[in-house]
């Protein structure tokens, strides 16, 4: 059997699988999911992830081959140490990887979730390409680099962290430091900040989208706002459509410098489909012509929520 554990800010999930079968057909056999038990620091999470296990395993006679693990944030995959870990507390250069090994009795192996997602895209999303770059769109942005069917890493495992590139000079202040990243502009948390701000400079616009949120700025989501756009609000459309430039620039900005033969879109706010995917085309088609557009896709996620713990299976068969 191969073990695959997604650790989140609020939920675990494990999977397991016989291991030919997931090679075969990148199928989890059974998954679990429960909320992260409090206060989330690494004594009672590991713990905790230990009975899962056991329980998921289902006592003797099973041959555990290998582990995977997919956590949020830096991490050093070379040692399988999780650097920081910020959504929950007391996660600081933590050696998962090898506490999990010593109490399970099998190899285990530690990535972050983005580029799990980018394995389990390049593996079982049917794509058949060796040069992807994945991009997660959710309350935060992440991403994955495949090279020549490899996960890309960089020094400290740094490597893919798109949601860091700058697209608004001078822009919001990030946790990382920087101003005006990608994230701080175009995740779904972004978008509905982006979204209250227009509505409080102009209070006579954006009607639908008010009423839509009850007149409680404080429920605009991302979904929301597209929704709004939908039936006809036009500041919505133009904070929508200012994500998908924002997005545009980010994903321009990549293709310039790995120019991947596809660009996978994943994550919450890209479930909008084509709603996402056309306006990023469009303007990425305005950004330059030195992108080869034309050979180069931009597509949705064929995987769904589980493409970490997906991702992470894939870690545990050796890739
Ligand atoms: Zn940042």
Redesign the pocket.
Known sequence: MILAMDIGGTKLALGVAGRDDFAKTGRLARIIKEPVPPPGTPEVVIPRLLTMSRELLGGDGVRLSAIGISIGGPLDHVSGTVVNFPHLPGWINVPLAGRMAAELGAPAALDNDANLGALAEHRWGGWEVHDMVYLTISTGIGGGIIVGGKLLHGIGSAAGEV??ITVQTGGPR?P?G?RG?L??MASGTSTARRAREALEASPGDGAILRRLAGDDPGMITSALVLRAAHEGDRLAAEIWEGTAEYIAIGVGSIIHILAPQIVVLGGGVAQAGEYLLEPVRRRLRDHGTYMPLGRIRIEGARLGHDSALIGAATLALGN
């Open positions: 949601g860091h990030c990382c920087n990243c994230e701080m």
